[in-house]
């Protein structure tokens, strides 16, 4: 079994999307925030609607918007707002981000992948403001019977075993109890090079699929679920995590309740 090398440094991996909420200033900005806090994405849409019939195209609004029909899931709004404030603010990441998960959301994995190279090539050639908004981004939410994995994708991998990917199962907003990491580990580059010499001259790495528990605030990793010869599309990806938590929380034939044994 895996141990994390990097001790409490993995909470790093929860850090998620609030970035955006620290945009609101002024009391409408900030009651929708409160609003889509509260889940309530049809006053939040409502606020934020007549705060730009008063500011047009101010962007944190337009941001907000955007957020709120996302989250709503409304996804075909969410993307013309995105693409609407992408017009009047060209170096806008978070715009970029968000266009990008609301594409994932809505399974368009053609401009899904023409976002993420977008921002992918930014960060490449430092271009202006992109080191605002770090190194890792929020890149989709599933849900699967109720349960919510938020997904992260990493410019770089991170941590002692290279992790490009974190599915993170948050409950109460704050507390992780579960995960699953797409990693490059190291330690799985031998037999890789061997299988594959000239990929792996070229710079390519095999990569795994690996769940973890979280047991009295510490990760335990759990049966690698899947290698991959060389780093997996996040389409694919997504598709054998999904089936992993459907399997995981599907309902057995005796009725219990999902997830449980």
Same mark, same amino acid.
């Given at each position: 079994?895996?141990?994390?090398?990097?001790?409490?440094?993995?909470?790093?991996?929860?850090?998620?999307?609030?970035?955006? !909420?620290?945009?609101?200033?002024?009391?409408?900005?900030?009651? @929708?925030? /409160?609003?889509?806090?509260?889940?309530?994405?049809?006053? @939040?849409?409502? $606020?934020?609607?007549?705060?730009?019939?008063?500011?047009?195209?101010?962007?944190?609004?337009? !941001?907000?918007?955007?957020?709120?029909?996302?989250?709503?899931?409304?996804?075909?709004?969410?993307?013309?707002?995105?693409?609407?404030?992408?017009?009047?603010?060209?170096?806008?990441?978070?715009?970029?981000?968000?266009?990008?998960? @609301?594409?994932?959301?809505?399974?368009?994995?053609?401009?899904?992948?023409?976002?993420?190279?977008?921002?992918?090539?930014?960060?490449?050639?430092?271009?202006?403001? $992109?080191?605002?908004?770090?190194?890792?981004?929020?890149?989709?939410?599933? /849900?699967?019977?109720?349960?919510?994995?938020?997904?992260?994708?990493?410019?770089?991998?991170?941590?002692?075993?290279?992790?490009?990917?974190?599915?993170?199962?948050?409950?109460?907003?704050?507390?992780?109890?579960?995960? !699953?990491?797409?990693?490059?580990?190291?330690?799985?580059?031998?037999?890789?090079?061997?299988?594959?010499?000239?990929?792996?001259?070229?710079?390519?790495?095999?990569?795994?699929?690996?769940?973890?528990?979280?047991?009295?605030?510490?990760?335990?990793?759990?049966?690698?679920?899947?290698?991959?010869?060389?780093?997996?599309?996040?389409?694919?990806?997504?598709?054998?995590?999904?089936?992993?938590?459907?399997?995981?929380?599907?309902?057995?034939?005796?009725?219990?309740?999902?997830?449980?044994?």
């Amino acid at each position: 079994m895996r141990k994390l090398r990097w001790g409490v440094a993995w909470v790093a991996l929860v850090l998620a999307a609030g970035a955006i !909420l620290a945009h609101a200033q002024g009391d409408p900005l900030d009651a @929708a925030a /409160t609003a889509m806090d509260k889940k309530d994405f049809s006053s @939040a849409e409502k $606020i934020l609607s007549d705060y730009l019939q008063k500011h047009p195209k101010a962007p944190t609004a337009m !941001l907000l918007l955007g957020t709120a029909r996302l989250d709503a899931k409304d996804f075909d709004g969410a993307i013309d707002e995105f693409k609407a404030l992408l017009k009047d603010q060209p170096k806008d990441w978070y715009g970029y981000i968000y266009l990008a998960q @609301a594409y994932a959301q809505k399974g368009d994995w053609a401009d899904f992948d023409k976002q993420r190279e977008l921002i992918k090539a930014a960060r490449d050639s430092k271009a202006r403001g $992109i080191q605002l908004v770090g190194d890792g981004d929020v890149i989709d939410i599933l /849900t699967v019977e109720g349960q919510e994995y938020t997904v992260k994708s990493y410019y770089q991998p991170v941590g002692p075993h290279h992790t490009r990917y974190v599915f993170l199962h948050i409950v109460d907003g704050v507390k992780v109890v579960d995960m !699953l990491t797409c990693d490059s580990d190291d330690g799985d580059q031998f037999v890789f090079k061997n299988e594959h010499p000239k990929e792996a001259a070229a710079g390519a790495r095999s990569f795994s699929l690996d769940p973890w528990e979280v047991v009295n605030d510490n990760p335990v990793h759990g049966h690698m679920l899947r290698f991959y010869d060389g780093e997996p599309t996040y389409e694919a990806l997504r598709a054998d995590v999904m089936m992993v938590l459907e399997a995981k929380y599907k309902a057995p034939a005796g009725g219990s309740e999902p997830g449980k044994k």
